[in-house]
């Protein structure tokens, strides 16, 4: 099945886009500023940031050839990622999570 596609605008969209992720547990949203600042204000809609192990807000990921490779993550390679959990070892699990592209 394909995911919802929403285009952003202001915070107007929110109903619709909280809506999109109750129905289908998944959304695209395009138009987003490519900035730290456009994603907290997207992800501010849904809720509050939750501090991480890496920081207090959010944090990048980029792929990378094998061999600089800081951190063997699936994160940082060219793959996949099929439907699956990150951080239920933490205490406070992420309910969810906003990725930019």
């Known amino acids: 099945a394909r995911l919802p596609i929403y285009h952003w ?3 107007g969209c ?3 886009l ?5 129905d289908s547990g ?6 987003v500023p490519p900035t730290q600042e456009g994603l907290c ?3 501010a809609l849904f809720g509050h940031w939750q501090a991480t192990i890496w920081g ?3 944090w990048s ?4 050839p094998q ?3 800081q951190v063997p993550d699936t994160a940082y390679l060219n793959v996949e990622l099929k439907p699956h959990n990150d951080g239920c070892y933490l205490q406070d699990i992420p309910g969810l999570q906003i990725f930019l592209c």
């Open 18 to 22: 909280l809506t999109g992720l109750r």
């Open 9 to 11: 605008t202001d915070e």
């Open 26 to 31: 998944a959304i695209v949203v395009k138009g």
């Open 61 to 64: 990921t980029r792929t990378a």
């Open 14 to 16: 929110a109903p619709d």
């Open 67 to 69: 061999g600089e490779m």
């Open 56 to 58: 207090p807000d959010t």
């Open 41 to 43: 204000t997207v992800g």
